[in-house]
């Protein structure tokens, strides 16, 4: 895990559309980064739709959210468009990105653990929430974040 404070990891992803999207490009806004362990599993749609749902309140206070997993680009796309997503899902298949934020294991060490991470517009970390099965709790604590920058 990281530590409250530390700097926004610098890495480049690709998104549900193949584009390569750089960590450093977000600097100046403030950021939510979730981890997830796959799509199309129950509570990471859960989680998915969750962040849809509230995405206007994380537009007002002019906020990016980054949802990243291991699926590849056509999973992220499929899942992206099927759930009408309006934000990116960035693929990190050999689990760099997840290893380098520190994200431990999930449920029982077997699958990837769910975690969310919010920066300030300076790229320091302001919060970081585990919770691997109650979903929808990641964007209120997000929000509740994001309020007190």
Same mark, same amino acid.
């Given at each position: 895990m990281k530590d409250i404070g530390d700097s926004l990891p610098e890495f480049s992803?690709?998104?549900q559309d193949g584009k390569?999207?750089?960590?450093?490009?977000?600097i100046g806004d403030p950021v939510v980064v979730y981890f997830y362990p $796959?799509?199309?599993?129950p509570v990471c749609t859960a989680q998915a739709c969750s962040f849809r749902n509230q995405f206007n309140d994380f537009e007002d206070y002019k906020v990016r959210v980054i949802g990243i997993s291991?699926?590849?680009v056509a999973s992220h796309k499929k899942f992206s468009t099927e759930n009408q997503l309006p934000f990116d899902i960035l693929s990190d298949p050999k689990n760099e990105v997840r290893d380098?934020? $520190?994200v431990p294991k999930g449920v029982f060490g077997l699958i990837?653990?769910?975690v969310t991470y919010v920066f300030d517009a300076k790229g320091k970390l302001a919060l970081q929430y585990k919770a691997d099965l109650r979903a929808k709790e990641h964007v209120k604590k997000a929000l509740k974040a994001i309020?007190?920058?």
């Open positions: 992803l690709k998104n390569l999207v750089h960590s450093q490009d977000w $796959g799509d199309f599993t291991h699926d590849d380098l934020f $520190g990837s653990g769910r309020r007190l920058l």
